[in-house]
């Protein structure tokens, strides 16, 4: 079910093709398929989010970012017929979570936007970060910037926030479309890693603080 819904979307609509793609021959490219593999593997997903040993830590969360920005765009890409204006005319996560939208250029302050108008922005700003050499640098040598985790705490702060709205406003959606337990698969895999590098702070979690499992498991 999940296959026939990804397949809707991608040719519904063009846009929640994947963004990025690792390039075949470069070292990120074989530690993503290191990662992939042993998520295939069963191994319990604890241990698949550790960095393997001699392995560097920007190189590492760099595949994770990139590869969680793929799927959640994915995930959300299904949900776009049922999170409109009409539906969502607040990026929230219940009646408590409220999330304004900032950025370098269009938004200097915090701004209230619809949830399909911040996921469009959110979407459209990591796509930039991650194709910007000089943040994620993809040439061998090339160092990352001081900056890089701080960067990418804020991208997975802002992806989660993607989870928090899709689980607490859409779940209904999720099941009915057979895709419960790829949603909470995905969902517990991004758990596990921005713990396992203490990326996301913990006030940020308190939305889903209940279900480290994904919901309904």
């Known amino acids: 079910a999940m296959a026939l819904c990804l397949k809707q ?7 929640f093709r994947p963004r990025k793609k690792f390039e075949p021959g470069t070292q990120r490219f074989e530690l993503y398929k290191k990662a992939q593999a042993s998520l295939k593997s069963g191994l319990d997903l604890k241990s698949v989010v550790q960095l393997p040993p001699g392995e560097s830590i920007n190189d590492w969360i760099a595949v994770h970012v990139v590869d969680f920005f793929n799927r959640i765009n994915l995930i ?12 969502c005319p607040i990026m929230s996560g219940g009646l408590k979570y409220e999330y304004r939208w900032q950025d370098d250029s269009k938004y200097k302050k915090p701004t209230k936007l619809s949830a399909p108008q911040y996921m469009c922005m959110l979407m459209d700003w990591i796509e ?3 194709n910007n050499e ?14 890089f985790q701080q960067v990418c705490t804020k991208i997975l702060t802002r992806l ?24 909470n698969t995905c ?28 919901r309904g498991g």
């Open 76 to 87: 959300y890409g299904t949900m776009t017929e049922y999170c409109t204006e009409k539906s």
């Open 9 to 15: 979307v991608f040719n519904k609509d063009k846009t």
């Open 134 to 147: 000089d943040i994620f640098p993809t040439r061998i040598g090339v160092p990352f910037p001081k900056q």
């Open 187 to 214: 969902y517990k895999h991004f758990y596990y890693f921005i713990r396992e590098f203490s990326l996301v702070d913990h006030r940020e979690l308190e939305p889903l603080v209940r279900m480290p499992q994904g």
């Open 160 to 183: 989660f926030r993607v989870f928090v709205h899709v689980y607490i406003h859409h779940f209904d959606s999720i099941i009915n479309m057979g895709a419960e337990a790829h949603v």
């Open 128 to 130: 930039m970060l991650i």
